[in-house]
């Protein structure tokens, strides 16, 4: 009997302990509670679990005490019973009443101690509502209705109850439908929890405490329990990414969502292998969003500071310091050594490309730019992305600047040396396409503007320190550039030279191969010209035939003059007349879409030029224009003006600096040209044009007649907006000083002796040395020469000799010269195809080679060559005999 | 008529000018380079000389000037097409050694004849 009992009563407390433990996790974590109560979160479960096991004892308790419903009524059969289950009621330490109606029925002894009522009696003619504080009334009536109408006892709830004497206790209550006394009534427990309530107090005051200290360190603090997820930050946390502590979520949400996505993974792995025991602390260097939307980078650091009883981890804190400065040191450090390296190793055009790609990487940037500023002033753009920024039109000396287009802003950094950061949208010059934001800083050194770098199109918008970091970047990048650019002015000119030496001499050997076969066909045309009767087609078709020749002719002799080999025939000449002559032969040839504005100042004073082929460059350069402007139409102007010396462009050959010019410049409106075309614009039979439009050799023509006249030539050209080509032309006085002056360093007036069989031969260089301003004795015996020499070695600086002579040859001559005096160089005159003339270029002894025929100007360049070169050897002449070798190899 | 000797390396120019030479009435002579045009020279007396500049083997300036030497009052024709080297100097240089008349390759015919009929009415 009894056993059945107990398995009907454990099977109830099961039921009863299940629901209650249901209801006491729905009130924990299913209401929403004020950030203060938070902190006590893990307390309260505390609390209400032992509030709740307690409860279940004294459940158990009463439900022994009262069996089923039915134990109250046993009272009358079984009195025994009865008064057992009665005292063991009487003696239970937590409070039980008994009540229908809102009337008490019953409650045992502590009840009534708690309430400060002295007997049953009296609690009956007691409301039971009127032993709560009101400020539950509508809680605990809509409870107790709920019980009625379920049947299922209420979960537990916290009430303040009256007691006597006006004292006021907070409780825990529930409530239960049992059968008393023949009928339905409520049987509510309560149980007194002032003593939990003031350690949750004194806990609460504690956690205030520690909050305090924590809000007063630098640091974020964060505090995560683990089981329930909620992590709880300080003040200094949510300050530091720009929140008020309200405004954060308190569990792990909010780190989560601030995370950088890049980050999340590292730092999860690194708290797992903490939780997991694998590392005595936690530490990851993270990416956090700031509530702006830039990132911090924090040092998240933790350790887990509580485990349950089966050792699990049950509480982790930890720290966030903000560590943004020192990884932004790091990243300025780490891109300012890839922009070094991308210097040093990435050669070209690539080095731009490569750079704007490290700048806009670390700017997190989908657009950028970078720019160089031309000697003239221009901004040519070195790279730009996405492509279509590389065609923006940039200058330096604009005086408006558009606030909404990106040129307008570019113009702006870069004429008033400025950083431009702007939020968008900004227009995109030309492009359907507008920028988010917008971060452009010049590039300057010694206050004059190199070049440009910008980052832009972020959808974030740039901070100031993002600004002063690019600006810091363009400090370090403007010395190297600088240098940069200067090699790469003197290498583009010495390319050109070189290319240009190298085609001269190819078009002068093809010169005279063609020229013997114009020959040829010219004459013997000419010839069956004569044979043939007068009328018909045969005599046509071969004026033809000299026509085509005549046309040879001329192209060939073109060639020859842009190879400029041929004597220069200047007289000081005014250009302004040559210019307007030039101009008015162009006019009829011009049609009328092409309109022609000439401006020529006439105080250009003189050139030293052949007035016909200056001539012939303005019509080159004017034909050049019009084919450009010939589909559309457009403006040819042709400028001429003086320039004082002082305002020469710097980036003019070094002769012409510093000295008065006088300036062509031949401008079109017309299509202009790219930088491919540009690049190869002097190159002989390069042509944009149709065949037989042009040759290809205007230009180069140009070049070689600006050349001859030691001048200098310059071209700009924008795709669409048109070309200007500026021709630079010593003044007389110029050229005058000019001339003098590399006579006076090239040819030192040396003392020569020539030594030629042939009288004439001998004469001839002698004559053409003393004119170049040496000291000629000429001698036509080699064995007399070498008498000479012997007797008076240090009259002589150099040695020129004929290598074909009858008693000593000329290698002869320099073997027994090497012997005598070490040093005293020897060039060589050997005729075309004599084999012993090209042994003589590989002979120690002999310094250097001339060929016949020669003329003035072979003589000069090879006295001057190998004067240079000794004076070089001369300073080691101590050195004996090897100085020879080394010269050689 | 005349005898003239003609130096020249190219054959077809020279088949060119003793074409022209033979057409006017003249003896002609042909060598392809100065040391054979000096040899035919001592051996043909010829009164004219028409001679290239630039030829392998011995070159025209040399031959100018070896024939001055010799015969000082030997009229000669320099003719040229440039050099190899694309320098262009060397008619100059001709006219300087002795060369009575100079033409640039290519040359009129006429011109050329029109040269060779005054130099040999000098010498009358």
Redesign the interface.
């Known amino acids: 009997m009894i056993s059945t009992r107990s398995v009907v009563i454990c099977t109830l407390l099961a039921i009863l302990f299940l629901w209650c433990a249901d209801s006491v996790v729905d009130a924990l974590f299913f209401t929403q509670r004020p950030v203060v109560e938070e902190f006590l979160k893990p307390n309260p479960q505390e609390i209400y679990m032992r509030a709740l096991l307690s409860v279940l004892v004294s459940a158990a308790a009463l439900l022994w005490a009262l069996g089923r419903r039915q134990a109250l009524t046993i009272r009358r059969s079984h009195d025994k019973t009865r008064e057992n289950y009665q005292s063991l009621v009487e003696s239970f330490p937590d409070f039980l009443v008994v009540h229908r109606d809102e009337m008490p029925l019953y409650a045992n002894e502590a009840t009534l101690a708690f309430l400060g009522v002295a007997d049953l009696a009296d609690l009956r003619k007691t409301r039971i509502l009127s032993l709560v504080h009101p400020d539950y009334h509508e809680e605990s009536r809509r409870r107790l209705a709920e019980v009625l109408a379920t049947g299922r006892p209420s979960p537990l709830a916290e009430i303040r109850v009256l007691r006597g004497g006006g004292m006021e206790t907070d409780v825990v209550v529930s409530t239960a439908l049992v059968e008393y006394e023949g009928g339905d009534a409520l049987l509510t427990f309560m149980r007194d929890i002032t003593d939990q309530m003031e350690t949750r107090r004194d806990l609460l005051a504690s956690r205030e405490r520690l909050q305090l200290a924590l809000d007063a360190a630098r640091d974020g603090v964060w505090d995560w329990d683990i089981p329930t997820g909620s992590m709880v930050y300080n003040q200094a946390w949510a300050e530091m990414l720009g929140y008020a502590l309200e405004e954060v979520q308190p569990d792990k949400s909010a780190w989560l969502t601030l995370v950088h996505p890049e980050d999340h993974a590292q730092a999860a792995a690194r708290v797992a292998a903490h939780l997991k025991g694998e590392s005595p602390v936690y530490e990851a260097e993270v990416r956090l969003r700031h509530k702006d939307g830039h990132y911090l980078w924090v040092l998240d650091r933790g350790k887990v500071v509580a485990r349950d009883q089966h050792g699990q981890p049950a509480r982790m804190t930890g720290t966030h310091r903000n560590i943004t400065a020192r990884k932004e040191a790091e990243l300025a450090l780490e891109i300012r050594n890839r922009i070094a390296e991308v210097f040093l190793t990435h050669p070209g055009r690539d080095t731009y490309r490569d750079i704007l790609e490290v700048i806009c990487e670390a700017s997190s940037s989908p657009a950028g730019l970078f720019g160089v500023v031309d000697s003239d002033g221009g901004v040519s753009i070195k790279a730009g992305h996405p492509a279509g920024l590389a065609s923006l039109s940039l200058s330096t000396d604009s005086e408006e600047f558009p606030e909404q287009t990106l040129d307008g802003q570019l113009s702006r950094a870069l004429a008033r040396r400025e950083s431009i950061r702007r939020e968008g949208p900004i227009s995109v010059d030309s492009q359907h396409h507008s920028l988010h934001s917008l971060l452009a800083v010049p590039i300057v050194i010694h206050e004059q503007v190199i070049g440009m770098v910008m980052c832009a199109d972020r959808a974030t918008d740039y901070t100031s320190s993002e600004q002063a970091f690019l600006e810091s970047l363009a400090g370090y990048i403007a010395p190297i550039l600088h240098s940069r650019l200067e090699s790469e002015t003197k290498e583009t000119q010495l390319r050109q030279a070189q290319k240009m030496e190298a085609l001269?001499?190819l078009?002068?050997?093809i010169?005279?191969?063609?020229?013997?076969?114009?020959?040829?066909?010219?004459?013997?045309t000419?010839?069956a010209r004569e044979d043939c009767p007068a009328e018909g087609t045969l005599a046509a078709d071969l004026d033809r035939v000299l026509k085509a020749?005549g046309r040879g002719?001329e192209l060939v002799q073109r060639i020859?003059l842009f190879?400029r080999?041929?004597?220069q025939e200047r007289q000081p000449v005014a250009p302004g007349p040559i210019v307007a002559e030039a101009v008015n032969l162009l006019r009829p040839s011009m049609p009328s879409t092409i309109e022609i504005m000439a401006t020529i100042d006439e105080n250009c004073g003189e050139i030293s030029a052949d007035p016909s082929q200056i001539n012939q460059a303005v019509m080159n350069l004017a034909t050049n224009a019009y084919h450009a402007m010939e589909v559309e139409g457009g403006t040819l102007e042709i400028e001429l003006f003086p320039l004082a010396g002082a305002l020469a462009p710097s980036s003019l050959p070094r002769h012409l600096l510093n000295q008065d010019l006088v300036v062509l410049t031949v401008s079109d409106s017309g299509c202009g040209m790219n930088p491919e075309t540009l690049d190869r614009l002097f190159d002989p039979f390069f042509t944009t044009k149709d065949v037989g439009k042009g040759t290809g050799l205007g230009l180069s023509v140009v070049h070689g007649i600006v050349t001859a006249h030691y001048g200098a030539i310059q071209v700009e050209s924008q795709p669409g907006v048109g070309t200007t080509v500026t021709v630079y032309l010593p003044g007389l006085e110029s050229v005058v000083d000019e001339q003098t002056t590399s006579q006076a360093t090239e040819d030192h007036g040396y003392r020569i002796l020539f030594v030629d069989d042939?009288?004439?031969?001998a004469a001839?260089g002698k004559a053409l040395l003393e004119k170049q301003g040496h000291q000629v004795t000429s001698l036509t015996d080699g064995a007399a020469a070498l008498t000479e020499l012997m007797l008076h070695p240090s009259n002589y600086d150099l040695v020129i000799t004929d290598l074909t002579m009858p008693r000593l040859t000329g290698l002869q001559l320099a073997d027994k010269l090497a012997e005598i005096r070490l040093g005293l160089p020897v060039i060589i005159i050997t005729?075309?195809?004599d084999q012993p003339g090209d042994l003589a270029i590989d002979h120690p002894t002999v310094h250097g080679v001339i060929?016949?025929?020669?003329?003035?100007?072979?003589l000069r360049a090879t006295v001057n060559r190998v004067m240079a070169s000794s004076a070089v050897r001369g300073g080691s002449e101590e050195n004996g005999p090897d100085t020879d070798h080394r010269r050689r190899s | 008529m005349a005898r003239i000797l003609i130096i020249e390396d190219?054959p077809?120019?020279r088949?060119?000018?003793q074409?022209?030479l033979v057409?006017a009435g003249h003896a002609v002579i042909e060598a392809a380079d100065g040391r054979e045009g000096i040899h035919l020279y001592r051996t043909n007396k010829p009164d004219l000389v028409v001679t290239d500049?630039?030829?392998?083997?011995?070159?025209?300036?040399?031959t100018i000037?070896?024939l001055?030497?010799e015969f000082p009052d030997q009229k000669i024709i320099a003719i040229s097409?440039?050099?190899?080297?694309?320098?262009?100097?060397?008619l100059?240089?001709?006219q300087?050694?002795?060369a009575d008349r100079i033409f640039?390759?290519?040359?009129?015919?006429?011109e050329f004849l029109a040269a060779v009929g005054e130099l040999l009415d000098e010498l009358g």
Request: proline share 3%; glycine share 16%.
């Open positions: 001269g001499a078009a002068g050997g010169a005279h191969d063609f020229n013997n076969i114009l020959q040829a066909i010219m004459g013997f000419t010839l020749t002719k020859l190879s080999r041929e004597e042939e009288e004439d031969i001839i005729g075309v195809g060929r016949k025929p020669f003329g003035g100007d072979d | 190219d077809e120019v088949q060119l000018l074409s022209l057409r500049l630039i030829m392998p083997g011995q070159e025209g300036l040399e000037v070896e001055h030497r097409g440039g050099s190899r080297d694309g320098k262009d100097n060397y100059k240089a001709a300087l050694c002795g640039r390759k290519p040359f009129d015919n006429s």
